[in-house]
T-cell receptor
Framework: IAGITQAPTSQILAAGRRMTLRCTQD?????MYWYRQDLGLGLRLIHY???????GKGEVPDGYSVSRANTDDFPLTLASAVPSQTSVYFC????????????FGPGTRLTVL | GQNIDQPTEMTATEGAIVQINCTYQ??????LFWYQQHAGEAPTFLSY??LDGLEEKGRFSSFLSRSKGYSYLLLKELQMKDSASYLC??????????WGAGTKLIIKP
């Protein structure tokens, strides 16, 4: 693994289903983030984690949950998907929480029907 | 509320210079980032400004005026591969990035 990876690359999901998007980094970064990107809007922060064992809510957390059991992994779960969660999801990581470059994964394109 | 404004789209000619502006109103300021995003790909870091002034990095430069809530990204000697979206993001008082919607730059031969 080099950098930050996400899985799956894309997914079509029926409304009401549960889905977990996976994110793994091998850079030993402390901070990790989940964003969604929608056409015409900037990246919006869903949840973040400043260090393993801690998580926080971003701008648009409703309908999503995260966990940070270790440094490398930061999964995002949609408990019961709705069509408004159709988006491109990016996971990112940074060495620290302030003033540090964020490195992004390749993204997951999710469609909820 | 928090707001980041950038032009939606700009067009420039190969070999020319283009300036992409970003104005912001945020709760607190801990620095401003510029990222590049090619279509269908992830954003990649270009620059970071926390103090007023110009930061130069090869063909790309970024300027910040904190008193005016203003930044610009200057791209020189434009190449076709510079066709991409350019994202402005401000780190607020909660150490979270607030992102603009991005400026799509189209380079013509």
């Amino acid at each position: 693994i080099a950098g930050i990876t996400q899985a799956p690359t894309s997914q079509i999901l029926a409304a009401g289903r549960r889905m977990t998007l996976r994110c793994t980094q091998d850079m030993r970064h402390n901070a990790m983030y989940w964003y969604r990107q929608d056409l015409g809007l900037g990246l919006r922060l869903i949840h973040y984690s400043n260090t393993a064992g801690t998580t926080g809510k971003g701008e648009v957390p409703d309908g999503y949950s995260v966990s940070r059991a270790n440094t490398d992994d930061f999964p995002l779960t949609l408990a019961s998907a709705v069509p408004s969660q159709t988006s491109v999801y990016f996971c990112a990581s940074s060495e620290g929480t302030s003033g540090y470059e964020q490195f992004f994964g390749p993204g997951t394109r999710l469609t909820v029907l | 509320g928090q707001n980041i404004d950038q032009p939606t789209e700009m067009t420039a000619t190969e070999g020319a210079i283009v300036q992409i502006n970003c104005t912001y109103q945020t709760s607190g300021f801990n620095g401003l980032f510029w990222y590049q995003q090619h279509a269908g790909e992830a954003p990649t870091f270009l620059s970071y400004n926390v103090l007023d002034g110009l930061e130069e990095k090869g063909r790309f430069s970024s300027f910040l005026s904190r008193s005016k809530g203003y930044s610009y990204l200057l791209l020189k000697e434009l190449q076709m591969k510079d066709s991409a979206s350019y994202l402005c993001a401000v780190e607020d008082s909660n150490y979270q990035l607030i992102w603009g919607a991005g400026t799509k730059l189209i380079i013509k031969p």
